[in-house]
Structure formats: C-alpha cells, structure tokens
C-alpha cells in the first residue's frame, strides 16, 4: 500500500495538486484488510477515506471507530449514502459515522428531516448529475433533486463519477445541468464556489479560487 502511494505522489506533474483518496468497502475490514485500515492514519501520502460499496447493508460496527481515528489524525472522511438506498444511509453517515461530505445524498430529498440535517451539520453533497441519470437514479436532469436540495440550504457541489465508466468531464455536468435542467450561471457559480469552500486545500487557495469565481461570475 505505502509503495503504491509513493509511486502515485512520484508520477505526478509539477504544478499539479493530487490528494489521494483510499476508497474501502463497507465489508473490507476483516483478515489482511484490518491492518492496512487501521494503518491509514500514519500514510500522509492518504488524504482520506471514503466508504463504499453494497449501499443498502448497514455501516458495519467497525466503521464509526475507524472514521473517527482517522479523522482525528487529520483525515478527511467521506461516505457514499442516498444513491441507491435511500435517505436513511444519509442519516447514518451523518449521525453513525461522524462525516461532513456525502457522496451523492441525491435520495436525501425522500425525507425532509434528513435534509434539515444535513443543512443542520454543514454537510456537503458531492453530487454527480449524468451518473445518476445513467444509473437511473433519477429519470433525467430535469428532475434531479440538486436544486431542490439547494435551495433548502445543502452544500453542494458537482463532479464526474467514475470517468473509466461514464466517460464525462465536470465541464460537461456543468453544461448538462444548464442545457437540460435549466441551471442559472448564478446558480452554476454557486455550486463551483460551494466546491471550493470545502475543498482540501489551503485557506488562501480556496479564498483566491472563490475571489475567481466571484469575478468570472460578474462578467
């Protein structure tokens, strides 16, 4: 694991920023798998954790004390919930494991109290609009739950899923989200903005991207 970390950080081009995700299974954390978890809070090549996999079983035990080690060693922690199990995932990555930045949350939208919650924590939605037409989360974009979930106070951002299967840049979400949901340039900046506000960066790069933002948008 540390040598493929180490070769990942290596390869990468002068000027270019990589964090590095390690993405576990909600089923990972039994024979040989224990030991590389738990050793995820020495790797400083590791940014964070993020937890996937069969969405509709339950957070495993094992996870909330895992989530927290790790955050308490600096370590962002992330979990995919509300995509293809509904909003109670959302609910117990929030309450169970401690986290500030969902992956999807789209299916949060089927409870209210669950996205006052959200809204109640500061909880970031990282939400990929065509993966979920695709997946058939949602039937088109038109009727994806990103404004609603805006508009009642979720931060959230936008992104590509897995680009090796959906084949797609964050500029054609964005320009999905204009041409087929009917998104605002205002509300386009919001989201970008709302990425930078909580991305793993320093305080003055995330507040000279949002300085960017802000001018891009008045023009």
Known sequence: MREIVAAIHAAVPPGLTVKLYAG?????????????????????????VDLHGHEPAPAEAWTAPVWARLRAAGKVTKCHAGEFDGARRVREAIEQLGVTRVQHGVRSIEDPAVVALA???????????????????????????????????????????DQLVF?????????????????????????????????????????????????????
């Open 167 to 219: 084949n797609n840049t964050p500029l054609d979400e964005y320009r999905a989200l204009a041409t087929e949901a009917g998104v605002t340039r205002a509300e386009l900046a919001l989201i970008a903005g709302s990425g930078w506000r909580v991305a793993d960066v320093s305080a003055a790069e995330s507040a000279a991207a949002q300085a960017d933002n802000a001018r891009l948008t008045a023009v």
């Open 24 to 48: 576990i299974s909600r089923s990972d954390y039994v024979g040989p798998m224990w030991a590389i978890i738990d050793d995820l809070v020495n790797q400083d090549g590791i940014a964070g």
């Open 119 to 161: 809204v109640e924590g500061g909880v970031t939605f990282d939400i990929t609009p065509i993966s979920n037409v695709r997946l058939q989360i949602v039937p088109n974009l038109a009727a994806h739950p990103l404004r609603a979930l805006m508009n009642a106070g979720v931060n959230c951002t936008v992104s590509t899923d």
